[in-house]
């Protein structure tokens, strides 16, 4: 029973470059998020995906791109690496219907340094 | 615009209650969400309320809402070691036909033996 999975875990990266963190659901739900924790900060919504082949930013969208690429799957890629994208990635998802109640579940994570 | 507040830190002793606090401002909100993160890991729900209930108990879990004071607090009984971890409060509204959590900072529980 897999829930959401992340890959990498974690990963180094020099200024500049470019990465893409993989998610991935087995619950058939339909909403899936990407989600950077800070410290201090608590956790800050990227982007948010309601539906497949649907994508909105969220709180902190700059220097991020995301794919929806089917169900399943929702990527978040990090064109030019930056200092400043220095966090833990979480993804999520949920069934996303509205009038009920749709627990989030979480990844474990990607702990992503920008040196 | 919406925001969610917590205290930041509470150290218990083994045994004690811990009570957990967030503030919330959206009156609209349908769900209110108690989510625990353990070190290197990610979140997972706890427990959750609906906005038109009062307390809901689970176990060692009991949670309060007051409505007109926009409070939500989370109460362990017996609070053990294994439940030192980092608290979440969120609360769930409706952005079009997405459900969006609005999330506070996070409450770091310590448990002293």
């Known amino acids: 029973n897999a829930g959401v999975t992340q890959t990498p875990k974690f990963q180094v990266l020099k200024t500049g470059q470019s990465m893409t963190l993989q998610c991935a659901q087995d619950?058939?739900?339909?909403?899936m998020y990407w989600y950077r924790q800070d410290p201090g900060m608590g956790l800050r919504l990227i982007y948010y995906?309601?539906?497949?082949?649907?994508?909105d930013k969220g709180e902190v969208p700059n220097g991020y791109n995301v794919s929806r690429l089917n169900k399943r799957e929702f990527s978040l890629r990090l064109e030019s690496a930056a200092p400043s994208q220095t966090s833990v990635y979480f993804c999520a998802s949920s069934e996303g219907r509205r009038g009920l109640n749709t627990e989030a579940f979480f990844g474990q994570g990607t702990r992503l340094t920008v040196v | 615009g919406e925001d969610v507040e917590q205290s930041l830190f509470l150290s218990v002793r083994e045994g004690d209650s811990s009570v957990i606090n967030c503030t919330y401002t959206d009156s609209s909100s349908t769900y209110l969400y108690w989510y625990k993160q353990e070190p290197g890991a990610g979140l997972q729900l706890l427990t959750y309320i609906f906005s038109n209930m009062d307390m809901k108990q689970d176990q060692r879990l009991t949670v309060l809402l007051n409505k007109k004071d926009k409070h939500l607090s989370l109460r362990i009984a017996d609070t053990q070691t294994g439940d030192s971890a980092i608290y979440f409060c969120a609360e769930g509204d409706y952005a079009g036909n997405n459900r969006k959590l609005i999330w506070g900072l996070g409450t770091s529980l310590a448990v002293n033996p």
């Open positions: 995906s309601a539906s497949e082949g649907t994508t």
């Open positions: 619950m058939n739900h339909n909403s």
